[in-house]
């Protein structure tokens, strides 16, 4: 009896004392979504973002901000952790409403990880389209985040699209209505590896390198940036993607998808 | 009496298990004050911050530093988290003391938080000055510290002074005389909407405005400098505090003041 | 026997819930070594390190890096935490192997710590050269964290060559053939305190000065670039560590190098 006594108040307290740790898994995979009563409030997603609107954007703080004239309504999409997924899901938020990228700025972020996080602005004759713009991004968000593979050593990230648009042509110099990828490795040395992989898997054109001391803010990767035909691109990508979680796996547990893999 | 057996178990279990977090919470909060017995050494503070003097600091690393020949003493504040609070805790020491700021660098840092730790260098002529300033201004960070609101997506900071003095001059441009006020928001996405409502609630002066691509080093924040009437002045700052604390609270728990709010 | 009773359930849960903790601990002093099958995998090490080879790198990325058209081996060591400890292995690396530095990046990283990881390129013109500078550098670096000494709230780094080689004279400087050491404090409070001692200490000369705003990626460090007599730069060494580790155990827990001090 007394065995199974112990043996019961074993479990009770494993389960009393895991239990806080639960609640914080549970809570750190959920997007939260809270509401504040603003109108300038849209909404929050993934990877510590939020999505704004101002209808009619203060004179003097419009010019401190250096946007162009033309826009009084602006859509604001910020995050914590992420600038590819970001960038890619405002290229689809452009692609399907009245507004134009104004701003892509790049903090060195990831709340202590090795990359950027994101400030992005739309501009828009109308607050509705701003609006819209940072609705539609948010929700691509899910999407965009699918590629994006982490352990506590490092990440990676894969971007595609089958026809680039504004936004994608603002952050990396994408030829607009062409298909376009980014491939990126942290810690950096991953980062050059799988670029070389990538290139030698398909027929693509190299758009752009990024490493940290130059083109990215002083984060601990190495961004390709690739365009082509549609099945190079993804072909290139997929080689790029095989490799680099096998090697970014090596520094610690395997690497996961954030969501959903789309590519 | 089993059970009651158990619930008894239970208890004197969950204290203990308790204990160890309790115990880092209280580590947290209190601000540690250890000493070391060296004469350069002049005190900590919150923030991960420490005051240093030099007396006479050596010509070869003088002149590598790029200090102003004038001074042979210097005091040295630096913190892993905060350079608002600590540049506004500056400029009190510098209207206190006989010293001058005579440099202000702003790491990226916050130990993995979106914002910046802080290096401010006093010359002096005389080692008390120097040490003074430094005492002056670590004592001064308790105020500072707060109206700056944090939870773990990011963080809000406000700063008001009805004098700006040499610090704030040299960090921010504000004009000497006059009351002088910063908005910080983070992520950057919530820095902007903040400053375009601070600017809307009252009649100011936008002096600057910074951002993850300017202004910062590459910190995930937009800061707006305003100057002007004073009562104007903190009427922004109120505004933008009441709509920052809101949007900040959507994206985690209700952001808490990491001291006691003065503004 | 109910107190007996209580107290070995006591024991058995402590020892339970303890048990994370202790492997946590044991995982995070172990640098994991996993193999991934790919040739152009070297190994990994401690920092988060990682050394790869790519035997001919594609023509496109080759540009892309802007790397010399001499050599179409390289080899690559990338890290999250640490630079210093990455170079001066890098150093010993380039003096054993026929290859070349060329190229050397600082990510601000460390993982939410005060400074940077590293992406360190070697060149060679035969595969079996990349690889072994690789393998050497992952070895010293055992040796080169010893003089790493860190707590919460910053670290301190000290290295140490009787005969600088072109990784030092490439990142730092450094006249090839001479002693050479670099004294690091974060936060850069600390670093220019110890600068200071360095140089009183002993007859040295001082090659450079990093702080937040130059020369570091907007780290929270100061570092001190010194050469010298080999006496005079270990003494300048010795004594800046002696102060740095009273003053930044005045900020958290006793400072303890990471692996072995060489110094």
């Given at each position: 009896?007394?065995?199974?006594?112990?043996?019961?108040?074993?479990?009770?307290?494993?389960?009393?004392?895991?239990?806080p740790?639960?609640?914080?898994?549970?809570?750190?995979?959920?997007?939260?979504?809270?509401?504040?009563?603003?109108?300038?409030?849209?909404?929050?997603?993934?990877?510590?973002?939020?999505?704004?609107v101002?209808?009619?954007?203060?004179?003097q703080?419009?010019?401190?901000?250096?946007?162009?004239k033309?826009?009084?309504?602006?859509?604001?999409?910020?995050?914590?952790?992420?600038?590819?997924?970001?960038?890619?899901?405002?290229?689809?938020?452009?692609?399907?409403?009245?507004?134009?990228?104004?701003?892509?700025?790049?903090?060195?972020?990831?709340?202590?990880?090795?990359?950027?996080?994101?400030?992005?602005?739309?501009?828009?004759?109308?607050?509705?389209?701003?609006?819209?713009?940072?609705?539609?991004?948010?929700?691509?968000?899910?999407?965009?985040?699918?590629?994006v593979?982490?352990?506590?050593?490092?990440?990676?990230?894969?971007?595609?699209?089958?026809?680039?648009?504004?936004a994608?042509?603002?952050?990396?110099?994408?030829?607009?209505?062409?298909?376009?990828?980014?491939?990126?490795?942290?810690?950096?040395?991953?980062?050059?590896?799988?670029?070389?992989t990538?290139?030698?898997?398909a027929?693509?054109?190299?758009?752009?390198?990024?490493?940290?001391?130059?083109?990215?803010?002083?984060?601990?990767?190495?961004?390709?940036?690739?365009?082509?035909?549609?099945?190079?691109?993804?072909?290139a990508?997929?080689?790029?993607?095989?490799?680099?979680?096998?090697l970014?796996?090596?520094?610690?547990?395997?690497?996961?998808?954030?969501t959903?893999?789309?590519?």
């Amino acid at each position: 009896m007394k065995d199974q006594l112990i043996e019961k108040i074993m479990e009770e307290v494993m389960k009393k004392v895991d239990q806080p740790k639960a609640e914080a898994k549970a809570e750190e995979c959920k997007p939260q979504q809270k509401f504040c009563g603003l109108t300038e409030f849209v909404g929050t997603a993934i990877g510590d973002t939020i999505g704004l609107v101002i209808a009619n954007v203060d004179s003097q703080v419009h010019e401190a901000m250096g946007l162009d004239k033309k826009y009084r309504s602006i859509g604001i999409l910020g995050a914590r952790t992420g600038a590819g997924p970001h960038i890619f899901a405002a290229d689809e938020a452009v692609k399907a409403t009245n507004t134009e990228i104004i701003k892509i700025e790049l903090p060195r972020d990831t709340k202590g990880g090795a990359g950027h996080g994101s400030l992005i602005i739309f501009g828009a004759e109308d607050v509705s389209d701003a609006k819209r713009a940072v609705e539609v991004a948010l929700k691509e968000l899910d999407r965009t985040f699918g590629d994006v593979y982490a352990n506590d050593a490092g990440h990676l990230e894969f971007q595609y699209t089958a026809r680039a648009s504004y936004a994608c042509n603002k952050a990396f110099n994408a030829p607009i209505g062409k298909a376009f990828g980014i491939i990126v490795g942290a810690p950096a040395a991953i980062g050059v590896l799988i670029a070389d992989t990538a290139v030698k898997a398909a027929n693509v054109d190299v758009i752009g390198y990024a490493s940290p001391a130059g083109g990215t803010s002083f984060s601990n990767e190495v961004i390709l940036f690739i365009s082509g035909d549609s099945g190079a691109v993804r072909q290139a990508i997929i080689a790029a993607r095989e490799v680099g979680v096998k090697l970014l796996g090596t520094m610690g547990e395997e690497p996961k998808p954030v969501t959903v893999p789309y590519i």
